[in-house]
């Protein structure tokens, strides 16, 4: 299995959180939370700060199927790190619930292309411009782990560039991502 199986259901998540505790979070989440997700059957592409928003978290995770995001889901949320750490997390939160769950339309997240910079364009249902790497479209099916909900407002197209838009937001990596 490789990096690119885990591109077939993806959640860009997006948290807005207190003022001034993005980076505890951050270090909280990197410390904690990657290998146990991933253990459990997550692969978790990318953690970023969003630049245009000092009090944002961004960050995706990837399954293989839905049946396997809950399956790993209910194994993470139900273990014994999320437990002993989620109320040190979730006090860093003022949202977390603004969440997309998406298919592909062009792979890429396993491998983007060599260069500098990572913007993430969401918008209404569109095609992705030649300059994405990496791009997705809402997924329809229902949500198979309601505890944590998704977006419905949708669709939405989503695409993963090098280059700026007039519509998108620039991540910026933190140390554990491994799109950079």
Known sequence: MTASDFETVLELRRYTLHPGRRDELIELFER???EPQEAAGAHLFG???????PDEFV??????SMEARKEALERFYSGPVWKAHRAAANATMVDSDNVLLLRPVRRGLAAPPPGAGLHVTISS???????AFAAFETEPSPNTFPQLP???DGPFSVW???AASASS???????RSLIR
Do not use: D, H, N, Q
Request: hydrophobic share 35%; charged share 25%; no cysteine.
């Open 59 to 64: 960050w995706l995770r990837g399954f293989r």
């Open 150 to 152: 998704v977006r419905t």
């Open 169 to 175: 937001s620039e991540l910026i990596p933190t140390t």
């Open 32 to 34: 904690e939370f990657v």
């Open 160 to 162: 993963f560039s090098r």
């Open 125 to 131: 249902p569109t095609p992705p411009p030649e300059s």
């Open 47 to 53: 953690l970023f700060r969003s630049r245009a928003s």
